[in-house]
């Protein structure tokens, strides 16, 4: 049983298109998260939504759009993807709930590759 | 602002040999503490975490942290590395207000047999 899952794992594409990414967890925490990995393995934390309302938005271009249809789900859609995009994107889901704060459980990432 | 460091961005050990990982934190309060480690092509995985109470945490794989608040520090140990630690080794802390990590830069962690 995957704990958080994200599909696709590979995505190539092409600059200016529109994609998006899917994150599942099954085990039933009200908190997800996107993170981006750059290049040089920097992690950095983008959204998080607890039971679907977005708490954490780190200043992240508005053509990313994170959509969580229910408290399992967090999916992220990028519009008009650059260059700088390429990177390797996580999904995580904790616990946490307002006012504490628990471990992260990680999906095995999507690398996406934009030419 | 909090921040995280780890001043080794790479490590070479024999297998067998003792391993220690530095990591540093600046954070005003008591933080919460974790190591992950991410495999080639792989996601993160939590190896353990420090919330409270014993300064040193056992994790999994035979690893172990102990937290010194004198030093801001909390450095990963394992007594006798193996192949399969080869890896990239995260440490992260989170603030306790909020449910956001902050991880350090990572130590990639070779192992020759």
């Known amino acids: 049983d995957t704990a958080v899952s994200q599909t696709p794992k590979y995505l190539v594409t092409q600059m200016g298109n529109d994609k998006s990414i899917k994150c599942e967890q099954n085990?039933?925490?009200?908190?997800m998260y996107w993170y981006k990995q750059d290049s040089k393995k920097f992690l950095k934390i983008m959204f998080s939504y607890n039971n679907k309302e977005l708490i954490i938005n780190e200043t992240v271009p508005n053509r990313f759009s994170p959509k969580s249809p229910d408290k399992a789900h967090l999916n992220l859609h990028i519009n008009s993807l650059e260059l700088g995009d390429s990177a390797v994107y996580f999904c995580?889901?904790?616990?946490?709930?307002?006012?504490?704060?628990?471990?992260?459980?990680f999906g095995p990432g999507t690398r996406l590759t934009v030419t | 602002a909090q921040s995280v460091t780890q001043p080794d961005i790479h490590i070479t050990v024999s297998e067998g040999a003792s391993l220690e990982l530095r990591c540093n934190y600046s954070y005003g309060a008591t933080p919460y503490l974790f190591w992950y480690v991410q495999s080639p092509g792989q996601g993160l995985q939590l190896l353990l975490k420090?919330?409270?109470?014993?300064?040193l945490v056992q994790g999994i794989k035979g690893f172990e942290a102990e937290f010194k608040r004198s030093q801001s520090s909390f450095n990963l140990r394992k007594p006798s590395v193996h192949w399969s630690d080869a890896a990239e080794y995260f440490c992260a802390v989170g603030p306790s207000n909020t449910d956001k990590l902050i991880f350090g830069t990572g130590t990639r962690l070779q192992v020759f047999p």
């Open positions: 085990l039933g925490h009200d908190t």
């Open positions: 420090y919330f409270s109470g014993d300064t």
């Open positions: 995580a889901s904790s616990r946490a709930a307002s006012g504490a704060f628990y471990e992260q459980y």
